[in-house]
């Protein structure tokens, strides 16, 4: 970075102290001054305090709060030394973006709660555009009490309604992340249930519908109970809703939401059959091939908690136009720059996938399943990849060509 210690001092460039962070000594690039007076990098201090530090660096005073207050006046003198050093290879800081300030926050919240629907939705708006700004501001917003007032605007009215402050709270709601508690505020109403069942499923407007399934998902992986996220997947439309959105064709967004919402639900497994029912096996594996990564990763997790459940293993199998294009599938979802989740995940459902079919399996290793399970112990997977190796193994030992030399298929992972 041009603006780091070591790439001026390569430049002979003698950085005036003042301008250096105390916690990284580098130029700083965002100073804040904390309640103790000093000044640091913005970066810096934060993860100062969130390593759980609760002290001044410098001056080892407890911090009487942890308010960052931009110094806006050290800022424009240090672009100014580097606009003065810039034939010397410094260039010059950006001005940094500084996060939504708390009172703006509750001043928004509050003209969203009561007023004519024209500023209601002004201020919701406002706090959307916000929240998608900047990591940073979504921090900012995202308290209990901002939270609160947000699920209490989404499902305001008739229940078979939701008029444009709900609509608009909905969006920001499909931004944030809910409690325990506030998704057991939205899960156990019913009539709050029945509008996300019928906004995914029904609403005239798309973006309506991703964000009522993005809310689905947050408050199914808020919720942390089976019981929870069954009351959701149970909720007429739901299921239906999210697999409609799976299905879309040139809505990435869509898609993505649609099956990070039915992953959420089908940690339950009395959800799994209602997913299975609804079509979602061959959705998503309709989409597997298609997805970038950390997408890929979840929508071959679902698969794998599909083919666990009654009917679900052959929905997927048919999904995929049968049985050895399932296994070609799920092989090739293992293969090149796939992460360890990604291959672990393709590596369950293919367990399932096989079952006691002989010509399968002889399927998988002809297509060389083997060698990426080899790999996928060797770059360290974790305890629970290593056992879907194992089992996946074992269950291939008849169909390898050298398994008579070999007593044990635990003898492929020992080097490991």
């Known amino acids: 970075m ?21 916690i990284s000594l580098e130029l700083m690039r965002d100073p804040v001054t904390v309640c103790t007076g000093q000044t640091y990098d913005r970066p810096s201090i934060e993860s100062w305090v969130a390593t759980g530090n609760t002290t001044c660096p410098v001056t080892r005073v407890p911090l009487a709060d942890f308010t960052l207050i931009p110094n806006h006046t050290l800022r424009r003198l240090i672009q100014e030394w580097c606009v003065a050093h810039r034939s010397l290879g410094v260039e010059r800081i950006p001005t940094p973006k500084q996060p939504a300030d708390p009172l703006l926050v509750r001043s928004l919240v509050a003209s969203a709660s009561a ?15 916000l929240a998608r700004e900047l990591e940073k501001n979504r921090a900012v917003i995202s308290t209990h009490e901002t939270r609160s007032a947000l699920v209490e605007i989404a499902f305001e009215g008739k229940e078979e309604l939701a008029d444009q402050p709900a609509l608009e709270a909905m969006a920001v ?20 249930l029945r509008r996300l069942g019928e906004m995914v499923r029904e609403h005239p407007s798309m973006e309506a519908r991703i964000n009522a399934a993005a809310v689905i998902e947050v408050v199914a992986a808020g919720a942390r109970s089976a019981e929870i996220r069954t009351a959701v997947g ?51 594996v309709g989409r597997v091939g298609e997805l970038a990564s950390s997408d890929a990763e979840r929508a071959l997790a679902t698969v794998e908690l599909l083919c666990r459940w009654e009917g679900g293993r052959e929905a997927v199998v048919a999904g995929w136009g049968g049985g050895a294009a399932a296994v070609e599938a799920l092989v090739r979802a293992m293969a090149g720059k796939a992460s360890g989740r990604t291959a672990e995940h393709a590596a369950g459902a293919l367990v399932a996938v096989l079952g006691n079919s002989e010509v399968l399996q002889w399927e998988a290793v002809a297509a060389g399943v083997v060698s990426h399970l080899l790999l996928l112990v060797q770059g360290g997977c974790s305890e629970r990849a290593k056992r879907k190796a194992q089992l996946l193994l074992k269950l291939l030992r008849s169909a390898l060509p050298f398994h008579d030399s070999v007593p044990n298929s635990d003898d492929y992972l020992q080097p490991f």
Do not use: W
Request: hydrophobic share 50%; aromatic share 4%.
């Open 2 to 22: 041009p603006g780091s210690v070591a790439a001026l001092d390569v430049a002979a460039v003698t950085v005036p102290h003042y301008f250096r962070c105390p």
């Open 115 to 129: 007023g004519s629907v024209t500023s209601r939705v002004a201020a919701l708006c406002r706090l959307r555009a």
């Open 173 to 192: 709601l499909s931004i944030l992340p809910l409690s325990e508690a506030e998704s057991t505020a939205v899960a156990t109403r019913p009539e709050r």
């Open 234 to 284: 149970e909720t007429e439309g739901v299921m239906e809703g999210l697999v409609a959105l799976v299905e879309q064709r040139g809505n990435p967004r869509a898609v993505r939401v649609g099956i990070r919402g039915l992953f959420a639900l089908c940690l339950a497994k009395e959800n799994r059959f209602r997913a299975v029912a609804a079509g979602a096996a061959a959705a998503v």
